[in-house]
């Protein structure tokens, strides 16, 4: 029978971590309907969340780790020491299921390594919004594998910083307000009516567990008062979100210290997790100290040494302008509308505060956070145009600031633009060790894509076995190679 995870395996059943692992991978690859068992509940109904955390307080030091007890009577091998660079989306997830689904037998040891802090790229100023399909809402590659994991990530993302929130073991989630999700819901009025009919017919295969229900221009309005339908067609996803990124890469690495304790706890495991404040420039120079190394700098891999040339990636810089509603405006956002998807993305947060984004300067190499002036204003006569083409009373919110972030874009493949993962031993060390790993190209679409990409690469981390990728997302080394 095969096994869940490897922590259902009782000692005596114990399969090597190779083969724990190729069997996740391959149930995870073959189950085109993952059962959603493990999904909490909570995810799957709607109930009203608002953001009340304040995320400030989980923000790293320089440099902070747990460290677990090491009985030798247990774990007599040395430990396996692993080091995830950039602690973004990609990192954490590689980070949280190496530490997971680590074999039992061993000490393991994950470091973490980012010159900023957690989130200190694209991923901590990303717009938060999440839903697995494209702009024609069709589902994406694998839309109902990522969508799934991602949303068992945030549940565990969000149950720590629950936890740490009321300061309480075994919190339940039942009832609480959400410190990640800020808005459930995202409706997309349909702006070019040459896309209306395959738009119709895309939605009709969306997931039971994200609706896409096409309605009229009056249901719209029901949905956002104000709001524009030029085409009076919007397709409304019920259940796709909008999260607070911070909060959530936040959370996840509390996760991973937890998770890292409570197995230590358990006696039989060993896990260790540590986040180091530290810029790599080479990759040798970690070679000596682990046993693998997992490459997670998102647009700014294509700076390392090692890899510069060699990635088939366009960098893409993106602003989001930060919006208030005047103080002479009474009306405001309503609390249970949804945020609104176009040519630009409104993502709300409470009733008077809004993201405006993105804009796309491809071929940037401006990765810096910092917005100048120029930019800004530069940021907003590109999106307030197109944001008041769905939504006229954009007119009445004011700027008040402007994040930046740069994209890693794939190229466009049969299958849509996929992350690149893979083993980059040959670009590095010319070995075949399975030492160094890849995992970017997360384009636009980050969070979907992240946790479940973030579980294949960790076990095939751990088993040092690159066939299990999936070929989608390791034939661009192939292509490279023609
Ligand atoms: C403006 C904008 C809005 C977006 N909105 C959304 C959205 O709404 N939904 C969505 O799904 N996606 C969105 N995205 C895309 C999403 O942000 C990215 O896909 C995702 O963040 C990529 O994650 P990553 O972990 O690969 O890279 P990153 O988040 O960039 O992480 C890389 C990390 O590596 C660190 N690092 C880099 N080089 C070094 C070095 N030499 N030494 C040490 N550390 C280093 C960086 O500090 C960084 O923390 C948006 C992107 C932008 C720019």
Known sequence: MRKQTS??????????TVDEARDMVMMFIQNPNPNPAYISSKWQKPTPLMSTYNGSSCSPSSSFSVRCSFSSSVCPRRPLRYAVLGA?????????????HGSRESHLCVDIYDEVGIGGGA?????????PYSPKV???WRGAECWNETLNLLHIAEDALLKLVNKRKCETLENKESPIVRRRGILRPVVNLKN???????????????RIEPIHEDAAKNLVPNLSVPSNLAFFMPEALNINARSYLEGLYLACQNLANDMSALGHVNREVHFHQKSVQSLPDLAGEYDAVIICFGARAVFLPELSGKLPLRTCRGIITHLQLGDDIREEYPEHSPSILSDAWLAVHGARNMDLGSTWDWKSMNYSRNVTTNE??????????????????????????AVGGLRAMPPLTADGSLPLLGCVDEYVDGSQTCKYWLFTGLGARGLLFHGWLGKLLALAVLSRD?????????????????
Request: net charge positive; charged share 15%.
């Open 7 to 16: 922590l259902n395996v009782t000692q005596g059943q114990r399969k090597s």
């Open 88 to 100: 973004g989306f990609a990192g954490l997830s590689v980070a949280w299921n190496l530490l997971q």
């Open 376 to 401: 800004a204003s530069k940021a907003m006569e590109v999106l307030l145009p197109k944001a008041s083409s769905v939504y006229p009373a954009i007119k009445n919110w004011t700027a008040t600031g």
């Open 196 to 210: 209306m009919n395959i738009m119709t017919e895309n939605a009709q295969n969306c997931l039971a567990n994200c």
């Open 123 to 131: 991923s901590g100023v990303a717009g938060g919004l999440l839903h």
């Open 466 to 482: 690159k066939s299990l990728l999936p070929s989608e997302l390791t034939s661009w080394k192939h292509k490279r190679h023609q």
């Open 138 to 140: 069709k589902l994406l």
